[in-house]
């Protein structure tokens, strides 16, 4: 059976791609982020074989360690990564205020959290399918920004296609292959409640992102930013 | 200089450098200060939110005694020589504002590779810490002197391998990630500002001509670009561009 890490797993995009792997016939190990938040804990009962839910905070050192402990135990190989878990941080106006904590956590889960878990599973992925997956966003492209705030959040995700492409230029000859994902507008959860105003159910972007995840293309050496119906997006 | 200072029709103009100690700042305080600008600067090592606060009051402080001493030569009929002039045919050479601001990097930067352990992860958040907040923090309070200023120009120094597009180091990532932010800041905050007249400007510095990169990025840093109403669309000063020393354009 193929194996798939997925962080940030208890709701939103991240649940969905977790539901989707399973039916894929992948061993799934969820990262667990909010055990008060029972949706896992759910589908665990439907498929006690194929899901394992792993307590993991990606911006935590300690947290990623104990994770990684917790995989080891239950097998040796790890196919496909994927890096879901995200932040967003409320931010004022550039002459209002300077959002300096809000900055700091979102590069510290959107960005040097992808980065951290990365390397943590490098040693199981090496006798795996050697994919690298990435949920980052249109708000982390310079080319077509449009926002005239957000300043976290965007420097998060921009940051993170950085640490994307270093890790390309490293891994990619080492037979690593990658994807980087922006899911769409979604009725997630990541202003607290679900975003009723959103366009897409997350299920439905997990759909087309697990598709992109396990299938193959033909210029794997390209790095590229693609949308849910396939579509690229600039750097 | 003098010849440049007739290139460039510049009046007596104040610019803040913020990272001063790197090598390219320095260089590029020496080129403004050469061509008679006023030049204030702030040290990237060590800034602290309230040094910040304490250097914007400086500026302001003491741009406005330099205007008043200019408004009385001015009215004396004498000008800073002691040459007699006609008060009403001089410009006002200095206004109570910055014309621009300069953010420098931080060429002192540890060469961290994909992150090894603790010490690595802790480096990292200090120093995004160190460079995005505090470089946010200083436009934040000195906007209020760019709004006074005549040029309203933010400028950042940056490396070309800060674009994603074309990035292909495996060392110094730590340099790479925080440019690539770097850059996606000084994006928003031109669509932020433009509408009000602000430009940008994003110097990638390359290590073959690091040695003179600070007098490229001076002179990139001061010239205007066209802005012809017919060609709006497409101007330079309507988006945002990385250039290296010799102009070219670097991708995102
Ligand atoms: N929503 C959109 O429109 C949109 C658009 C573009 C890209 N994205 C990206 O899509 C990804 C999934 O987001 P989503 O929309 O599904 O949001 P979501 O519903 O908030 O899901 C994200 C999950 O990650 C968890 N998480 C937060 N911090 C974590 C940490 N330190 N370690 C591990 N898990 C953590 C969240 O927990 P909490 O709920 O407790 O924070 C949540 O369960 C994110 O990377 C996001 O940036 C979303």
Redesign the pocket.
């Known amino acids: 059976m193929k194996t798939v890490v997925i962080?940030?797993?208890?709701?939103?995009?991240?649940y969905s791609l977790c539901e989707e792997f399973i039916k894929l016939g992948y061993m799934v190990f969820a990262?667990q982020?909010?055990p008060e938040?029972t949706q896992l804990e759910q589908l665990k009962e439907s498929y006690q074989e194929q899901l394992q839910i792993i307590p993991?905070?990606?911006?935590?050192f300690q947290s990623v360690k104990a994770a990684m402990d917790e995989i080891t135990k239950c097998t040796d190989c790890v196919d496909c990564f994927i890096s879901?878990?995200?932040?967003?941080s409320r931010e004022k106006d550039i002459r209002e205020e300077v959002n300096t904590e809000g900055n700091l956590s979102t590069f510290q889960?959107?960005s040097l959290?992808a980065l951290l878990m990365t390397k943590a599973l490098l040693p199981l992925m090496e006798k795996g399918d050697k994919r690298l997956c990435y949920?980052?966003?249109?708000?982390g492209s310079i080319s077509v920004a449009h926002r005239d705030g957000m300043y976290g959040y965007c420097m998060s995700?921009t940051a993170l296609n950085m640490i994307i492409r270093l890790l390309h230029n490293e891994l990619f000859p080492q037979g690593y292959t990658f994807r980087i994902y922006?899911?769409?507008?979604?009725k997630?959860?990541?202003t607290g409640a679900k975003?009723e105003k959103?366009m897409l159910e997350?299920e439905e972007s997990a759909r087309m992102a697990a598709l992109q995840f396990v299938g193959n293309r033909a210029n794997e050496e390209v790095l590229k930013v693609t949308d849910v119906e396939g579509k690229i997006w600039p750097f | 200089m003098a010849v440049l200072a007739d290139k460039y029709n510049m009046k007596k103009r104040a610019a803040f450098v913020f990272g001063s100690e790197s090598t390219v700042c320095r260089q590029i305080i020496q080129e403004l200060t050469n061509w008679g600008w006023y030049v204030y600067e702030e040290k990237l090592q060590g800034c602290t939110q309230e040094s910040i606060l304490q250097a914007a009051q400086k500026v302001k402080n003491d741009l406005s005694v330099l205007c008043e001493s200019q408004e009385n030569l001015l009215q004396s009929g004498l000008d800073e020589c002691g040459h007699t002039h006609d008060p009403e045919k001089v410009e006002k050479q200095v206004a109570m504002g910055l014309d621009l601001l300069i953010l420098g990097n931080d060429d002192e930067l540890p060469s961290i590779h994909i992150l090894e352990n603790e010490a690595a992860w802790n480096k990292a958040v200090e120093k995004y810490e160190q460079i995005i907040n505090k470089e946010l923090l200083v436009i934040h309070h000195m906007l209020p002197l760019l709004d006074a200023g005549s040029m309203k120009r933010i400028c950042y120094v940056n490396t070309a391998d800060a674009s994603i597009n074309r990035c292909y180091d495996t060392k110094r990532h730590l340099s790479h990630i925080i440019g690539a932010a770097r850059n996606m800041q000084a994006t928003i905050l031109m669509n932020r500002l433009q509408p009000e007249g602000y430009t940008f400007r994003i110097y990638a510095c390359r290590e073959e001509k690091r040695e003179l990169a600070g007098c490229y990025a001076a002179e990139y840093f001061i010239e205007d670009r066209s802005l012809e109403p017919d060609n709006l669309k497409h101007s330079d000063e309507c988006r945002l561009i990385m250039r290296d020393e010799e102009g070219r354009e670097i991708p995102w």
Not at chain 1, 56 to 60: R, T
Not at chain 1, 84 to 88: F, M, P, S
Not at chain 1, 135 to 139: I, L, N, Q, R
């Open positions: 962080t940030g797993a208890d709701r939103g995009l991240g990262g982020f909010m938040w993991l905070n990606v911006s935590d879901n878990a995200g932040i967003v889960v959107n959290g949920v980052s966003s249109e708000a995700k922006h899911p769409g507008w979604l997630s959860y990541m975003n959103a997350p």
